[in-house]
């Protein structure tokens, strides 16, 4: 029977083969081995097999010890003998699968039962390519396969090895009349779901007899493997309408379904199977409904069957803290995470992520150093979470070593992966090792893509991320709603007007997607940056759907760049409606009011932000130093440096007047002397941070700024002078786009 599985085994050279081996030979190798002695002496071997004594073996050098004296003695030549140490090599926890082979080329026609032990012991140790090729040769030497064959050769498959060659044993199995065996069936369901080919599993199933309950829990299991959990669901209710009586197991993978699409009432079924059926509360269980209740956020059932139980481990611990960090209760999640007992990298990943979550993002870097001193190995989700963090703080300096560690360690760059470096390097304003990355990637996916059209559009490479998105159409890939949003952002922020009105006309004919809300968002900002501010309000006069806050404040933005009076305050009229408390409507209009020099009109607002006890948001200006994170808010005197960051703002002050600064006090909403609103400006949270950055690095280190606020005139003025007197690249992200500040200029050509 022909079989063209392209697999050989490969043997070590110490390996001995039947053409050259002589007993003799055999006894004087293990000999010579350094052997431990047996806790106990051995008897004079009967002439008959030591069956009982190769069973009660408890090491490899006990077994090497019996099996010297049987090849002394000649008992050797007991078929039995051998088949005896084959299979305590190949199903002992200690078993060696080299001595195996090394003892299987010695036997004349081994059995079935040697065949089976020898691929079940390749399949135990993780070599499914070895189980095959001694399938293979079992075939060659006219060895039949029987029922017991296929469940051990399948049974430990991975998946690159699933997909090469499960369609072929697959027709073996059929051949030779054993796709009725219900554990081939179950092998099968397993093969063909790790593989990926979860609909080849399903009709080996539906062939089935499905009166094992085991069959039902393999397929329930692949379901969930491909993270087809509504096929899980619906699996369990047709077992149910059969009257398959569930395991254990059957329960433990449902209630992961559960979890995963956070469906209680199908959790809260399971429960009360676990309870009617008064099935063993065994850990994995338990741990099961914890994650189920708590991913579901009924943290008070998840915490009683927690506090019920008579052993915890760390899986049953992560839940709970995963439970909460889903709520956004850090503080509680915290405290449990502060007694486990024990800590893995899942909950320090979850931690993590509970941090990530409420956007404590220098929590999520201090508790990573922390998981780098308890020596606890991040994976790669543990890796995304700390880019994420890093991107948000323009934290480069941290971003680079993890890419380092990412590299040293060789954990997986996986799409997720990838995708994370590529955002924090284009939101810490490397655009070319940003795009280093994506072009290293094997695979790209529609959010690698999207990624980069976005990192283009913010950091001023307006045709550049117009050009990603032509290629992504020639590579196939289907743009969606967000890619759409970064092409529109890209002609936002580089003022291709009739660029970007074409694109939104064309977006439903040639890409078939409807425009949203953010989509005529875009449009009203492209337009409105633009000066055209008429025809951004006649968008929003005729948009399908309701204008929200973020379409009304993108044409107030408008305004105040424009400094257009009356279109602001119908804007503002708008948003408030929407959103009473919202205190950036009020800081927006008391700077256009400011300068338009309508001081009355700013003290009438000025006087309902007081009523209304709206607070304007402080400037706060984040740094990256030495791989720490310093953070300065406006007029801050609280860092620990402050007084030679205030002696360098004076010599900033003098040398930029040299190179002829003059302050920008025109958005100083403050009805005060000039001389203050000078004042006012010198303390502006990114002033800080750039003189932190020159007296904390060495000549030509670029200096990296995030700014949670849009950059003020002044200050851009400021960072524009600043890079030239001191030859020094300014980079600041500031709420909507990043200027790169080098030689007296800056990317964004002025048009923020």
Same mark, same amino acid.
């Given at each position: 029977m022909p079989f063209s599985i392209p697999f050989k085994t490969h043997f070590p050279s110490s390996s001995l083969t039947s053409a050259s081996f002589h007993p003799s030979l055999l006894c004087k190798m293990i000999s010579a081995t350094t052997l431990s002695p047996p806790p106990t002496h051995l008897p004079s071997l009967p002439q008959t097999p030591p069956l009982s004594l190769i069973k009660t073996c408890k090491s490899m050098a006990q077994l090497k010890q019996i099996h010297s004296q049987t090849i002394c003695t000649g008992l050797i030549s007991n078929p039995i003998v051998p088949a005896q140490i084959i299979a305590f090599c190949c199903k002992h926890e200690l078993g060696d699968m080299e001595y195996a082979r090394m003892v299987f080329d010695t036997m004349p026609g081994p059995n079935h039962f040697v065949w089976n032990n020898m691929i079940k012991g390749y399949s135990r140790v993780g070599c499914p390519n070895s189980a095959v090729s001694m399938y293979c040769e079992m075939l060659e030497r006219g060895v039949m396969p029987d029922e017991y064959t296929y469940p051990f050769l399948l049974k430990r498959f991975t998946?690159?090895?699933?997909?090469?060659?499960? #369609?072929?044993?697959?027709?073996? %199995?059929?051949?030779?009349?054993?796709?009725?065996? *219900?554990?081939?069936?179950?092998?099968? %369901?397993?093969?063909?779901?790790?593989?990926?080919?979860?609909? *080849?599993a399903r009709g080996v199933f539906d062939r089935s007899s499905k009166g094992d309950v085991v069959t039902w829990n393999v397929m329930i299991s692949g379901y969930n493997r491909s993270k087809q959990f509504d096929e899980s669901m619906k699996l369990f209710d047709e077992m149910e309408r059969m009257r398959v009586l569930p395991s254990s197991i059957t329960l433990v993978s449902v209630l992961s379904a559960c979890s995963k699409l956070k469906d209680l009432n199908v959790g809260k079924r399971v429960h009360r199977y676990v309870k009617d059926l008064? %099935?063993?509360? *065994?850990?994995?269980?338990?741990?099961?409904? =914890?994650?189920?209740?708590?991913?579901?956020?009924? !943290?008070?059932?998840?915490?009683?069957?927690?506090?019920? !139980?008579?052993?915890?481990?760390? =899986?049953?611990?992560t839940a709970i803290v995963t439970g909460f960090t889903n709520l956004g209760q850090v503080g509680l999640a915290r405290n449990y995470f502060d007694k486990m007992p024990e800590r893995d990298f899942v909950s320090w990943t979850a931690m993590i992520d509970g941090y990530l979550q409420v956007n404590r993002f220098k929590e999520v870097l201090s508790l990573f150093r922390e998981m780098q001193a308890a020596n606890i190995k991040p994976d790669e989700f543990t890796m995304v979470s700390i880019l994420t963090a890093c991107a948000h703080l323009g934290a480069l300096e941290l971003g680079e070593w993890i890419k380092a560690y990412i590299d040293k360690n060789e954990i997986k760059i996986d799409s997720f992966v990838g995708n994370a470096l590529i955002d924090m390097y284009f939101n810490c304003g490397n655009v070319e090792k940003a795009i280093r990355i994506f072009n290293a990637m094997p695979h790209r996916d529609k959010i690698s893509w999207t990624a980069v059209i976005f990192g283009l559009a913010i950091n001023g490479y307006g045709e550049e991320a117009l050009d990603m998105f032509s290629q992504m159409l020639k590579a196939s890939i289907t743009p969606d709603e967000v890619t759409c949003i970064g092409v529109l952002c890209a002609c936002t922020h580089s003022g291709m007007v009739d660029k970007g009105k074409k694109f939104f006309a064309r977006m439903t004919t040639q890409h078939g997607i409807e425009p949203n809300v953010a989509h005529y968002g875009c449009m009203v900002d492209l337009l409105g940056r633009a000066g055209h501010l008429k025809e951004a309000h006649e968008v929003i006069k005729n948009m399908p759907v309701k204008p929200n806050s973020i379409v009304w404040g993108s044409l107030l933005g408008a305004c105040r760049v424009h400094r257009d009076e009356e279109m602001a305050e119908m804007a503002a009229q708008q948003i408030l409606e929407l959103e009473p408390e919202n205190g950036a409507v009020y800081v927006l209009l008391c700077n256009i009011y400011a300068a338009c020099n309508r001081w009355e009109k700013l003290h009438e607002v000025r006087k309902l932000m007081m009523d209304r006890g709206i607070k304007k948001t402080p400037g706060c200006s984040l740094i990256e130093m030495n791989g720490s994170v310093h953070e300065f808010v406006a007029g801050d005197q609280v860092h620990p440096q402050s007084k030679e960051i205030y002696s360098k703002l004076d010599e900033m002050s003098v040398d930029l007047k040299f190179a002829g600064y003059s302050p920008d006090t025109s958005e100083v909403f403050l009805d005060i002397g000039e001389e203050e609103k000078e004042s006012a400006v010198y303390r502006h949270s990114e002033k800080l941070a750039i003189a932190f950055g020159l007296i904390s690095s060495g000549p030509g280190v670029t200096i990296r700024i995030v700014k949670n606020l849009r950059m003020c005139v002044d200050c851009h003025y400021v960072a524009k002078l *600043?890079?030239?007197?001191?030859? #020094?690249?300014?980079?600041? #992200?500031? #709420?909507?786009?990043?200027?790169?500040?080098?030689?007296?200029?800056?990317?964004?050509?002025?048009?923020?």
């Open positions: 998946r690159d090895t699933a997909v090469k060659c499960g #369609r072929e044993l697959h027709d073996h %199995i059929v051949k030779l009349g054993f796709s009725s065996n *219900v554990f081939v069936q179950n092998a099968l %369901i397993h093969l063909y779901s790790l593989s990926g080919e979860v609909s *080849v008064k %099935i063993e509360p *065994v850990r994995v269980l338990e741990n099961a409904l =914890i994650d189920m209740y708590a991913a579901c956020g009924d !943290m008070d059932t998840a915490l009683g069957i927690f506090d019920n !139980m008579k052993s915890r481990d760390v =899986i049953s611990w *600043v890079s030239k007197v001191y030859n #020094r690249e300014v980079i600041v #992200r500031d #709420r909507t786009r990043f200027h790169h500040f080098r030689h007296g200029s800056c990317s964004c050509k002025d048009y923020w």
